[in-house]
């Protein structure tokens, strides 16, 4: 069984959400958002997103982490904050000794929806499908699970393909 953490960065509200998985089996562990206050100036904000991060990694201990990748908007500054986020949200679990992947927003829909052209709606509806016990306060929390989940279905695969390559992993 493997724990991972799955995140959704953002420097107003970045969700977060952990699973466990073994084999095609997905078991919710816990979800939220880390808030930070947009009155506060950006060092101050990562800051609070970097050691809200930490807590959650000493707390719960996921095996993995997956985060989101930023996606280029209109809007040069707002991509550019995205951005110092994600940072955080690929250090954090680094320093920890947290492996981390990465994903595309597409290949999470697809993993999770099916369509790499869902709705925020559509995501969020398979993922408390797929785990009924998920509290989903925000759509940044069902979007952080739906990355987990994406992970542990990507996991699951190159097992898969490896051991059919390995025999002696079978």
């Known amino acids: 069984m493997v724990r991972v953490l799955g995140i959704d960065p953002g420097l107003r509200f970045t969700g977060w959400g952990i699973i466990e998985s073994e084999g095609n089996r997905l078991r919710h562990v816990a979800d939220g958002v880390i808030a930070t206050d947009s009155g506060e100036s950006v060092p101050e904000r990562l800051k609070v997103l970097h050691r809200a991060l930490l ?21 040069g500054s707002a991509t550019l904050k995205l951005g110092y986020a994600r940072g955080v949200a690929l250090l954090a679990p680094a320093l920890e000794g947290v492996p981390v992947a990465e994903y595309a927003a597409k290949t999470v829909k ?57 025999p002696a992993l079978s």
């Open 55 to 75: 807590d959650l990694l000493q707390l719960q201990r996921p095996d993995e982490a997956a985060v989101e990748e930023t996606y280029v908007n209109r809007n």
């Open 110 to 166: 697809m993993a999770v929806v099916g369509t790499g052209g869902a709705d925020k709606q559509q995501v969020e509806a398979m993922v408390k499908r797929l785990l009924p016990n998920a509290l989903l306060r925000r759509s940044d929390a069902a979007d952080a699970l739906a990355v987990a989940i994406c992970h542990a279905h990507h996991r699951a695969s190159k097992l898969a393909w490896a051991g059919k390559r390995d």
